[in-house]
Nanobody
């Protein structure tokens, strides 16, 4: 299983970005899919997760601004980020839980300028 992320970049505060993460390989059914981020000098933190069935979960810092979604037919998870703030600047990683293993993407940089 390989994860390929896209959609990062530089945006001004208040702007929007949409991240995508596509899983490839022999995949039948992915359990949880999610996004994490790591800012310079800080630990990696959860941004949002979405199970195969049920409600999404968000970090308090992004509630109301970010929306996670998934397309099971494409084995892809998305993160729509609106009203971006400079403190959202980080490397964003996608993660999937599949057959009792966790798989991580390579990370995509998101930079929000003030």
């Amino acid at each position: 299983v390989q994860l390929v992320e896209s959609g990062g970049g530089l945006v001004q505060a208040g702007g929007s970005l949409r991240l995508s993460c596509a899983a490839s390989g022999t995949i039948f059914s992915i359990n949880s899919m999610g996004w994490y981020r790591q800012a310079p000098g800080k630990q990696r933190e959860l941004v949002a997760t979405i199970p195969s069935g049920g409600s999404a979960n968000y970090a308090d810092s992004v509630k109301g601004r970010f929306t996670i979604s998934r397309d099971n037919a494409k084995n892809t998870v998305y993160l729509q980020m609106n009203s971006l703030k400079p403190e959202d600047t980080a490397v964003y990683y996608c993660k999937i839980d599949y057959r009792w293993r966790a798989y991580w993407g390579q990370g995509t940089q998101v930079t929000v300028s003030s």
